[in-house]
């Protein structure tokens, strides 16, 4: 079966509020005409009904950068699964290696998050990778494999892994194809092993930028791309999607 691309913009704690309406115009006018693909742009949690409003009559998803541990109550700062559902988010990302790593979001609470989103009707978009000390290791397969174990006995429709190497999100120094292929290619066995899927898309993130995104999409376990620092420019996230849906 063949998978639809996704396209996916992490915006992090980046843009004002007046920048999502002429992003939305900009970037709908620039990917007129490609077909097929799924797009994705997760704003921070507080533009997520202007970046809705936005993206009414349009064809891109609302996704979120994380998802509660839980459907309600005392989580000061968080927002749930359901309530992202009612603004019409589509996708979540959790386990995204800043949350790991800046925020030190461990197993249990990831775990919590993924139930809780999967739980509202979400689907989730499931960050991995390794850091350089682990890579240096030859570690990086057991730390993905590990990060996976979360995902054991989750239902398979509502998931994507997102693989981003720690090393190269935000360095300007992006895995090369190869690199990710390999990698991608132990998640894909370890999905079609653990969970009896081969169509969970894999995508790859990590210093994605124009030039780039056509040598990474032409991997055959490469479905699509989570896309930082370069999605934050409406001609910059259309030309990755332009190059990376061609093939
Ligand atoms: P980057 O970020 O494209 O700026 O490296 C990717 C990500 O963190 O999702």
Redo the contacts with the bound molecule.
């Keep these: 079966m063949k998978k639809t691309r996704l396209f996916a913009a992490?915006w992090?704690m980046n843009k004002k509020a007046s920048e999502i309406a002429p992003f939305v115009r900009e970037l709908s006018q620039k990917i007129s005409g490609i077909d097929g693909v799924e797009i994705a742009v997760a704003p921070i949690m507080a533009h997520l009904p202007l970046l809705a409003a936005s993206l009414q009559g349009t064809s891109l998803r609302l996704a979120a950068q994380n998802a509660g541990p839980a459907a309600s109550g005392a989580f000061t700062g968080e927002v749930s699964g359901s309530q992202l559902k009612e603004i019409g988010v589509t996708y979540a990302?959790i386990g995204?290696?800043?949350r790991r790593h800046v925020f030190h979001e461990g197993k249990e609470l990831l775990a919590k998050r993924l139930t809780a989103a999967l739980e509202a009707g979400l689907s989730v978009i499931y960050?991995v990778g390794e850091t350089l000390q682990e890579r240096k290791a030859g570690a990086t397969r057991k730390v993905v494999e590990e990060q996976l174990e979360l995902l054991k006995g989750r239902p398979t429709e509502a998931l994507v892994v997102?693989y981003?190497p720690v090393w190269?999100?935000?360095?300007g120094e992006?895995a090369t194809p190869e690199q990710a292929e390999e990698v991608h290619g132990w998640i894909a066995e370890w999905l079609e092993r653990q969970l009896k899927s081969s169509s969970i898309r894999i995508l790859y993130?990590?210093?994605?930028k124009p030039d780039n995104a056509a040598g990474l999409m032409a991997r055959k376990n490469v479905d699509g791309l989570?896309?930082?620092?370069?999605?934050l420019e409406a001609q910059g996230f259309a030309d990755i999607i332009r190059h990376g849906s061609k093939g």
């Design positions: 992490n992090k990302l995204h290696s800043e960050c997102a981003e190269a999100i935000g360095t992006n993130g990590g210093s994605v989570l896309i930082g620092g370069a999605s």
